[in-house]
């Protein structure tokens, strides 16, 4: 028996295909190449129908990169262009007629994904921040998932942070901004232009500055790099802090494609927390990596699709 798991990001799509007890079978990786609207929803079709052909599928899961409408069965995902209320279960159900389909939010998968195979087994409460090129957070709260009324719980990007509000946070939020994949780039720009210093990111064409190029220079001490991260890391900080407080996890787990370059700053972003979160929660939670790293929503939405059986 076995089940399919689809992770749906801005510029890749992960296949895998698990036993339903959480064993690795297969995973291959399709970049997105630019794709979009129905460029994408025929991409996952493809990859749905060649599994579906190599294994015995009895489910699908998949994990997208913004709000899944559970009762339409259409996606928002902003990354993707055309991508407003894209009917991405109708799509997988033209190649998937038999077996259940379950769509959710990549934060979603990935905190169910930490606790089916990785550091959020056996915990009842516990929080999945994800950064990649956005920021969001799978919450479980006494075993269960935190959706909210209409499946948008955990966009914390849009978490507001002790700034004034700038109309350049409308399209992702104030922390997102700063502090994501996308936003890194951003601020540097900023930063470059307002400082004069010299910085080995002004070797670098402004227009290609990456996340990966900043952190780079972190390493090497750059200076203009070193303001970038430490704001980062207080952003990151204030943003568990403030989830630490509401929630009272017993785990807080860092994860998507910044943590990567950012693991070994979890203990200064624990330290930032501190500072700022409910003093008697904050003793009690544990700060870690995610054990999945960016696999965890995959493997989420493979615990979707075994639940479906």
Not at 6 to 27: I, N, P, W
Not at 34 to 53: S, T, Y
Not at 157 to 178: D, H, I, N, Q, T
Request: with cysteine; aromatic share 8%; net charge neutral.
């Amino acid at each position: 028996m076995a089940i399919l798991a689809l992770d749906l990001g801005g510029t890749k799509l992960a296949t895998a295909v698990f036993t339903q007890s959480g064993e690795l079978l297969s995973r291959t990786v399709a970049t997105l190449d630019g794709r979009k609207g129905f460029e994408v929803g025929r991409l996952i079709q493809e990859q749905v129908k060649n599994q579906m052909e190599k294994f015995p599928i009895r489910s699908i899961g998949v994990s997208v990169p913004g709000i899944s409408r559970e009762k339409s069965g259409t996606v928002w995902a902003p990354n993707i262009p055309e991508w407003d209320d894209f009917p991405l279960h109708e799509q997988i159900k033209k190649i998937a007629q038999r077996q259940p389909v379950v769509i959710e939010c990549d934060r979603a998968c990935s905190i169910l994904g930490e606790q089916w195979q990785g550091n959020a087994k056996e915990c009842r409460h516990a929080i999945f921040i994800a950064v990649g090129t956005g920021i969001g957070a799978g919450i479980i709260d006494d075993g269960r998932l935190i959706k909210g009324a209409s499946n948008i719980a955990g966009a914390i990007g849009w978490m507001a942070l002790p700034r004034p509000f700038e109309s350049k946070y409308v399209p992702c939020g104030c922390f997102e901004f700063y502090a994501s994949g996308a936003g890194i780039p951003k601020f540097t720009k900023e930063l470059l232009q307002e400082d004069p210093t010299a910085s080995l990111l002004r070797q670098i064409d402004v227009e290609k500055l990456s996340a990966s190029d900043v952190f780079d220079a972190y390493k090497k001490n750059d200076s203009i790099a070193s303001i970038v991260i430490r704001e980062c890391v207080a952003f990151w900080g204030m943003g568990a802090a403030n989830l630490v407080s509401i929630f009272n996890p017993e785990k807080v787990i860092f994860g998507g494609g910044m943590f990567g370059p950012a693991a070994n700053l979890i203990d200064n972003i624990k330290e930032e927390a501190a500072k700022w979160a409910q003093p008697i929660s904050m003793k009690q939670v544990s700060f870690e990596r995610s054990a999945l790293g960016t696999d965890a929503a995959v493997y989420g939405a493979g615990y979707l699709a075994a639940k479906a059986i």
